[in-house]
């Protein structure tokens, strides 16, 4: 067996592992059921963003519009589904059918994913401005009491993380419609000649991406109880990369959604711990992009073990 089909999910395993021990070992009191609860409170939002791209990666395409995207849910759900809960049901079900109808558009036109939605970006981004112009609006309380529960033993943001990864495991490697999906990603022309419709495939792929999206706008205005046009817009990057950190390839349709919650709650940790660190914000961004760029290395050096193996 290669080594580096083994370490694909090992290695963000052991990048989490060592960054939780070092953030141990810096904050001791860290290591307590409210200090997990505070070093991965916005793990849930994260995650559910990073699987919605991982859904666009596994297709071969990128989504640039993902951030703005969170940031337009979470102001329609500060809004319309606080104020007026069917309409807002019926706006979130619109913006996922909007998804899917997008990745149809693409594929029918043989557009580039990166161009189009980085257009959107500005659409959503201008959506939520208008339903939001300035930072407002309120959690609805049943989706705040969810955000807020204190499972026993292990904190919610821990439980639910564990849920999406594997909710998100069944759904993508182990079913037949995420086997035929991955193989979009793959070789779309082989899909083809079996005879599955790639169109469809595609909208399926970002529809589901649109779900995920849905969740991940509601569960960031459930932690933080208002929101903004803004709100998520550092989603795109952080949701890549932890697509990449995760053990998932731009091409190929080679993910691993559990290595990508697992890369999620990294970044998220990664945050925490260079506030630790009392690394200017500035500073910052810089330093999860070094901690991305040293798994990266590691990753590729298992890869070149593994072709001179």
Known sequence: MKLFAKYRILLPVVSL???LAATFYMQPRAMSYFGLNLLFNLAVPIALATIAQMMIIMVNDIDLSLGAF?????????TFLNDSPMLGVLILLALVLSYAALGAVIHALDLPAIVVTLGMSFVWGGLALFILPSPGGASPGWLRTLMTVKPPYVPMAVCASVLIAAVTHVLIIRSGIGTVLRGVGGNARSVQRAGWPVVRLKALAYGLAGL????????L?????????NIALRYTLLSIAGVILGGGEFTGGKVSPVGAVIGALTLTLAASFLS????????QIGAQGAILILVLTARLLFTRRDAQA
């Open 17 to 19: 592992a060592v960054l």
């Open 70 to 78: 969170v940031s337009l849910v979470a102001c329609v759900t500060a």
């Open 212 to 219: 995920f999206g849905v969740f991940a706008g509601m569960a």
């Open 221 to 229: 205005v459930g932690l933080t109880t208002s929101a903004d046009a």
């Open 276 to 283: 630790f660190l009392r690394l200017s914000p500035d500073w």
